[in-house]
């Protein structure tokens, strides 16, 4: 079984979207799965066509610097016919944004139709979703339906659909898509990579100047759309009655300058730490400084309906977190039972989620082994890149093709 994965971009690059890539290209292989890696243009400009990376051949669209987005599409579908011809794959598997489903479907259409290979489309975003959180456009707009629309059309056309949530699911559905050709491949995590319940790294915390300080804290990427402004409010209103508090902010993003302006407007510097973007490898021991993680996501259409791996990675590590009550947490977040939930959009409510969470560290060992026995049971990348299986059978067979073995 050879299956193309075109993607966005992937490592070198760090992000949750490469994160999920390589647990699906790692999780397929211990399958028996062979998988061909091919990221477009976004992947950034130069001429490479090939690169190996640890250990994982990375085929590249060459691209020149400041192509525009249908100059991108052009030049992945033209890469994609190449590698097809040459690598000879069972099958496409298309990953977000649309921009990369448009040229799988029109790849297949080239080919005689008792030839074309099956595309599947895995929707882990809606492209119009993601151009309103980076602010490229608004809803209701011409262009955000516009997106709505291509989006929708590679959908319908699309063999077989996975995506990451249920709440995506849902929205599918909506555009008229059958719920049979609908699958969820949920984010998960490679338990065994995250150590339980691990002592805070003496010298890592001395460096930080963290000894003997509540920490709360935040890893990822710094967008509009995580509420970390509403993070370092909530700071401000508890950091009278908690002198030895801290906020350790681990990573960095588009927000990074207008946070560190707020921190400076209110006389936070010594409250606030920016550790900056830190190796993926290295972020469990930050994660081990953190009494309790906050993701204070907005409600927005994006986060109401996509779920993140960041609570996934803090049940797998013991760690207890707060999280605001959108859609894509509350799908992952027992309230009270693997971790709390509070409103989203209020700096007031987070901060007293936080304060209440503090008082009851009595309860915290019980909550951590619970979030941990749920993603051992539930969210392993096992079980969720098993999934695929079923879902590239019955592509296949859409198109008539020999349908191989596939150990799930």
């Not at 090939?50 to 579908?77: F, H, N, V």
């Not at 000879?88 to 489903?101: F, G, R």
């Not at 209440?356 to 560290?361: G, M, P, Y």
Request: charged share 20%; hydrophobic share 40%.
């Amino acid at each position: 079984m050879r299956v193309l994965h075109l993607l966005d971009h992937s490592i070198p690059l760090h992000s949750g979207y490469t994160f999920r890539t390589l647990a699906i290209l790692r999780e397929q292989a211990r399958m028996g799965w062979q998988t061909l890696q091919l990221t477009t243009p976004k992947q950034g400009a130069g001429s490479a066509r090939e690169e190996t990376i640890d250990g994982l051949r990375l085929l590249r669209t060459p691209s020149p610097a400041g192509a525009g987005l249908l100059k991108q599409m052009q030049l992945t579908a033209a890469r994609l016919v190449e590698v097809v011809q040459s690598e000879k794959p069972d099958l496409i598997h298309a990953h977000s944004p649309v921009l990369n489903a448009l040229p799988a479907l029109w790849v297949r259409l080239l080919q005689p139709s008792s030839q074309r290979l099956p595309v599947v489309y895995e929707m882990r975003a809606s492209w119009e979703d993601a151009a309103v959180d980076h602010g490229t456009t608004s809803e209701g707009s011409v262009r955000y339906r516009a997106s709505r629309a291509l989006e929708t059309f590679a959908l319908k056309r699309a063999d077989r659909i996975t995506t990451i949530c249920e709440g995506l699911r849902g929205d599918i559905a909506a555009r008229g898509i059958a719920p049979e050709r609908i699958t969820v491949i949920p984010n998960a995590v490679d338990v065994e990579a995250f150590r339980f319940g691990m002592p805070a790294d003496a010298a890592l915390q001395q460096r930080l100047g963290l000894q003997g300080a509540t920490v709360i804290g935040f890893a990822g990427s710094f967008y509009a759309y995580e509420g970390l402004h509403l993070l370092v409010e909530a700071v401000r209103l508890m950091r009278s009655r908690h002198p030895k508090l801290r906020l350790l902010l681990v990573g960095g993003g588009p927000q990074e300058g207008a946070l560190k302006a707020q921190v400076a407007n209110n006389g936070l510097q010594d409250t606030v730490i920016f550790t900056g973007r830190v190796p993926h490898a290295e972020v469990q021991r930050y994660y081990e400084l953190i009494d309790l993680l906050a993701y204070p996501r907005l409600p927005i259409r994006l986060t109401e309906l996509v779920t993140p791996l960041k609570p996934l990675e803090a049940m797998a590590q013991g760690r207890v977190f707060v999280a605001s009550d959108v859609g894509g947490h509350r799908e992952l977040v027992r309230h009270g039972d693997t971790g709390y939930l509070c409103p989203a959009g209020s700096a007031v409510a987070l901060q007293q989620a936080l304060d209440s969470a503090l008082t009851q560290r009595d309860q915290w060992p019980e909550m951590q082994a619970r979030a941990r026995r749920f993603v051992e049971q539930e969210r392993t990348w096992a079980q969720s890149v098993g999934r695929y299986a079923e879902v590239y059978r019955q592509a296949l067979a859409t198109r008539g093709r020999a349908v191989p073995v596939l150990r799930a």
